[in-house]
């Protein structure tokens, strides 16, 4: 797979657990089978959604495996590295890759504020560790640092890194890096805001954790896309919208995993001190779910 | 003009001053004159471009006479009325509608925080004192305050207001509005972010500071919005992208007013303490004026 | 007046309207001889607390004239001058001089943001104006700039550029400004925070709106700190305390207007869109004001 | 220890690397020894300065296990706690107990925002699984939750929640939770603002990264505010408050490694990618600490 392009809808995978914690690896295995199933074109395994910030790595090291041996080829996987020290993220994507992961997604949670070269030398010193294609991910309310078109610029001359996965949900500034990055850096939409106009921009594809529960959807969301099918498109995203409204109001995490509850996948709840959807947060998920008919 | 439907490219006018900020209304009327022969759809003055928060309202009323009589009925004429008092703005807007103008612009800025009810109440109160078609003002980067989708339908209930100006720049939330007001309330796309989603969404017309600068671009861009050409839209687009740029690095008064000194209009600089543009910003602005063709 | 120190307590006043917002000048004249009578050293029109930012400037210049007027030199009278522009500014601040005032207080409240510069620029243009003292005003949650010590060093070297009211209740940042500019510029505390540690960094005094409400301890807290009981001082101001924490939990004028207005004085409610306290506000304050013993 | 109480000066210790990232346990020795000589009151490893958030338990565990042992009963020893999940932070929290911290001081860093309620159980579910005392952590600027006095109010029904590090640097806010929690919750100092401040209102100690570089000073800080000679105190503060100024412009951690190292004591830099002090960052903390003293 070494040439290979990643595009497409790539659900982020949630991690399922039980009660005590530990990894419910035949739940992973079904939704990983479901999801292909249902035509993604790739799995994204610990990622914000899948909660990638908090589990050990023993935990995560299983995840990828899983996620690996199960997809068997039939789809890429990106898996997340994430961690907040530079020697943990080079480690840890080295393992992931030697696992057989075909590229790695790298997400840089803080706790001191880092300065921009810090955030440069972190991404660059963990693409450098690995071989495989490299996706930045970025998401300015989760980390105290968010990229700047120079650092993109510094970062894109790594000739791994070719990626870029912005969840800022800010459209004008993901033109801004469309028309200074080119093709050097492929943009994939966030999950929370409007994937059409990044599809409109150039953006090869959508990872998600929303795609975990409506991956049908996604797929023909980027399929009108990619036909240029640009109102038909944009009509149907506008049924989609509400699911990203209701997970703006919630967890992310806690609300995948309670929609996938509901569609049979006992992957559990997100870890504590993170909440669990309450019963008003279950009816409104439950409800959109019906709407868009995959309940 | 009683059934009029605003649509189309609105440019937000700079209110032209000598060294002693005295109002050039010879300039204005220039301006004026230029831009509709340029083809916009409708002038707008005294919006956060126009410096409305900044002029004493009989500096204000001359400003939109000035307008509304050079335009004298070719276009319509949406003037701001920008006042941090309800007494102190529905004065203005009856003044204004009287004087003329074809709708107003609401426009809240604020010392104190504000609590939502006070800022629907503020809207209501200025929208109830005229029959004028009512244009509502947000940019959450300007005042403390910002419409959230409860109060935009406590609002829609004014028969009279019929547009939003949303100047977050936020299309996630933009989309979330049009879902929840549909054809209630209409939206104008904001000067600083992509008109072209906001077109796709449905939007009908853009407001803009930039618009005084290259009207027929934008002029261009409305046209293939409105023929659903939306790539090559798209690519047009792009050209125009990097003067919203460089005028979010420095202030969007002082842009436009350097922009159209260039261009030949002496409309003086903005009111201190805002900081006229320095060599280093009117060299990039120049620079970009002459990339798009109009210097 | 001319070599004059000004320090001790001097009261936001409060500007009375009646419905219509017409000024109240009788309740004005009330307020003042009655503070005058409690012992205060001085007074403040105009600052937030007298809504300086909302009122027109014929308003304004008839409180100063009743304010002055009134004082007649029994205590000093600094008004604010609150202005967006710095030409609207630099003329207020002439006819605040030329009508009495001892001092003026410069607030510079914002719609675009303001850099650095601009910021010193605006304040000391408005100081080369007059020939008064001049007391900087900074709060950072009411505008879109704050003070530096490179910026507040540059302005202390405008001779009557004395004082400094600093409104950020940042106790570690004024540590830091007494360090750097000692005696070149004098502090004035914040009603928000804690007048006491700003006396023991060597302040010279309390700007507040509560001080209107509770003059007499007010003044018993600046004599136990001209004491140096700081203790004494220290258990004092504790009592005081639940008064500022209900004020910021409701907006700071509404909140005086409405204990002023428990205590005989009719002053109205602030200008809207400002919220009037509502029931609950005023059983708060009431019960506040009873616990102090001034009601 | 059972019925200690804890007061005084407890510095933050740094954890020493090598440029593998291994713990250097030998200097952490000397450290501690070196501190015990010098007087402070106890020993706080594993808080922020101490890089808690960033090592594997692996490495913390050796960290208490070091500092416990070194300690020998001499001063008392409270162990951060520092994870993201309620799970880990229970196991960890366990074993400090077990290997012999004489109390825990919980913080908990975050990647998704948390609810209050969220907040309230991960503390509370960490404390209950403890019988030692418990120490309160929150820094604003580090994680996405701040404490309520209702949070704190529900937390102080745990016995053995005693004691609270405010890192705000919010004096006000300080006063309001003294004045509401009364006894029930004792009050630490940060070590970014104005400890003195904190011990007039009755605070009984100071833990701070600082206070490894300057620890005689910290403790005749405490001193002179024991002996209630507030005057003196604040002059003494006022010759320390450089060295928290230049703290705030660069890492806490790489601060006080780099102070450590030119005081003698190896322990390496921070865990990148934090940034490592620049050489002019190491001349201002250099000559800073040659004017106090101690280099």
Chains 1, 2, 3, 4 share one sequence.
Request: charged residues 20%; neutral net charge; glycine residues 8%.
């Amino acid at each position: 797979m070494a040439d290979i392009e990643f595009k497409g809808i790539f659900p982020y995978l949630v991690t399922p657990i039980d009660q005590s914690g530990n990894l419910k690896e035949d739940v992973l295995r079904d939704l990983v089978n479901h999801l292909i199933t249902k035509g993604v074109h790739g799995l994204t395994p610990l990622g914000s959604t899948g909660e990638g910030a908090y589990f050990p790595w023993e935990v995560k090291k299983r995840v990828v495996d899983v996620v690996v041996k199960t997809a068997a080829g039939r789809v890429p996987v990106i898996a997340g590295v994430n961690e907040m020290t530079t020697n943990g993220a080079v480690k840890q994507a080295i393992e992931t890759e030697r696992i057989g992961a075909d590229g790695i997604l790298v997400v840089l949670p803080t706790y001191f504020p880092l300065a921009d070269q810090q955030v440069v030398e972190h991404f660059r010193a963990v693409a450098r560790a690995v071989s495989c294609p490299v996706t930045l991910y970025t998401n300015p309310k989760f980390a105290k640092w968010g990229f700047t078109i120079p650092m993109l610029e510094e970062l894109a001359e790594e000739p791994n890194i070719r990626y870029l996965k912005d969840a800022s949900g800010n459209t004008g500034k993901l033109l801004s890096i469309v028309n200074a990055l080119q093709d050097r850096i492929k943009i994939f939409s966030a999950s929370a805001h409007v994937p059409l106009f990044v599809f409109m921009m150039g953006g090869v594809g959508w990872m998600s954790g929303p795609a975990c529960l409506i991956p049908e959807q996604c797929v023909k969301l980027y399929e009108l896309a990619r036909e240029k099918r640009w109102e038909a498109a944009f009509e149907f995203q506008k049924t989609l919208w509400s699911l990203n409204v209701a997970f703006q109001n919630y967890s992310l995490a806690a609300c995948v995993k309670a929609g996938l509850e509901m569609q049979g996948f006992p992957v559990g709840f997100p870890l504590p001190p993170q909440r669990q959807l309450d019963e008003e947060g279950k009816k409104i998920v439950s409800q959109i779910l019906t709407n868009i008919g995959v309940l």
